[in-house]
């Protein structure tokens, strides 16, 4: 062979070497991830998709963050613009809310009659006046804490829409609004909902914790794994498809004061921090429906708790007591893996 059919036969080699490597990379799967910063905590989106999507695939996860930003505005109390906290500074006892709010605080309220009042929205000066969210939160004084509770409860508001018109109306002016127990599931619930009309077919939203999950993983399920309420490391993995998984701990948000823990989930029955439970881990179909249940249940103990997710379809649930003991639905099986002891 001469020199220059040699050289041509390196350079067509290497060219179709190049084109299947692009042709093998642009059909592989791959993942597409970006971390960001809202509602307070470290929201991860993970999208599996095909290499030649890409742009499309890291379209739609700025579309999901998006979004997730869009309703961090409308329902955050701390935020002097959201809808919520214009009703916690309303004089009025009648306020116009938008359509998605109306639907929060509807389902807050049927979550609270599911739950013996255990999940309630009114709990807004209580947290404040503990001071979870502050710098230096401490343990208040019972006067104060029964004093603010007389403005707390689920019959406290109502709401009301006529013709997509939604309103609001203050049973009591003092009642104030804080849904940190539901706006994240209704949050993620709506980022995945985005990136499935943009066409992805198999995701994870991750927010501190708070996880949904579209699709499967290269056709398994994605392992999930729940933290170890005292300390690092997990308890178990659940394999999870096209389902939303929400944990509420005690160690998420809490301070300590005279060798005691408080926590940021409040009792509404006592005004004080829950003692039954140190983690409840809810998995559901719905993120919304598993983020105000994992709150209520984190409340109302493992054996109500238990009680109440087996009256209920397509959900279930592992709690964690205060004792260190761990309680089960009846078909959490199915999804929890829990690791052997060392
Ligand atoms: P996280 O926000 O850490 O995921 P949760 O979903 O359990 O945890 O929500 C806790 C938050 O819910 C608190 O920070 C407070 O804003 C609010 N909250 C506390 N107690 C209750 C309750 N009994 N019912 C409804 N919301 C509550
Ligand atoms: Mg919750």
């Known amino acids: 062979m001469d020199l220059k059919k040699r050289n041509n036969l390196i350079l067509i080699t290497a060219a179709v070497a190049i084109f299947l490597l692009t042709m093998i990379d642009s059909i592989s799967i791959k993942k597409f991830t970006r971390s960001e910063m809202m509602m307070d905590t470290l929201v991860e989106i993970s999208v599996f998709g095909m290499g030649k999507d890409k742009k499309k695939l890291e379209n739609a996860i700025d579309s999901a963050f998006t979004e997730i930003d869009r309703i961090e505005k409308l329902m955050s109390r701390f935020i002097v613009t959201s809808e919520i906290a214009e009703i916690n500074a309303s004089d009025s006892d009648e306020i116009y809310i938008s359509s998605e709010?109306?639907?929060?605080?509807?389902?807050?309220?049927?979550?609270?009659?599911?739950?013996?009042?255990?999940?309630?929205?009114?709990?807004?000066?209580?947290?404040?006046?503990?001071?979870?969210?502050?710098?230096?939160?401490?343990?208040?004084?019972?006067?104060?804490?029964?004093?603010?509770?007389?403005?707390?409860?689920?019959?406290?508001?109502?709401?009301?829409?006529?013709?997509?018109?939604?309103?609001?109306?203050?049973?009591?002016?003092?009642?104030?609004?804080?849904?940190?127990?539901?706006?994240?599931?209704?949050?993620?619930?709506?980022?995945?909902?985005?990136?499935?009309?943009?066409?992805?077919?198999?995701?994870?939203?991750?927010?501190?914790?708070?996880?949904v999950v579209i699709g499967n993983k290269k056709g398994k399920p994605f392992n999930v794994g729940i933290k170890s309420p005292d300390g690092e490391g997990i308890i178990g993995v659940i394999g999870a498809e096209d389902i939303a998984i929400v944990t509420s701990g005690d160690y998420e948000r809490f301070f300590i004061e005279g060798g005691v823990k408080y926590h940021h989930i409040i009792d509404p029955a006592t005004g004080y921090p829950a003692r039954k439970c140190k983690s409840v881990t809810i998995i559901a179909d719905d993120a919304l429906v598993a983020d105000a249940l994992s709150t209520a249940v984190f409340v109302m103990g493992a054996e109500a708790g238990i009680q109440l997710v087996d009256g209920l379809d397509e959900v279930e649930a592992m709690i964690i007591d205060s004792d260190d003991e761990a309680h089960f639905s009846q078909n959490a099986h199915k999804y929890i893996k829990l690791k052997e002891k060392e």
Do not use: C
């Open 101 to 211: 709010t109306a639907y929060i605080l509807q389902n807050s309220q049927v979550i609270s009659d599911l739950t013996g009042g255990a999940f309630d929205v009114t709990l807004a000066e209580l947290m404040e006046l503990w001071g979870f969210t502050g710098d230096s939160p401490s343990v208040p004084d019972k006067s104060a804490i029964e004093r603010l509770m007389k403005h707390t409860g689920n019959e406290k508001y109502s709401v009301s829409g006529i013709d997509t018109i939604y309103r609001v109306k203050l049973e009591d002016p003092e009642v104030k609004i804080d849904l940190g127990g539901i706006a994240k599931g209704y949050a993620i619930k709506r980022a995945a909902e985005v990136l499935k009309e943009s066409g992805v077919k198999s995701a994870m939203v991750d927010a501190g914790g708070d996880i």
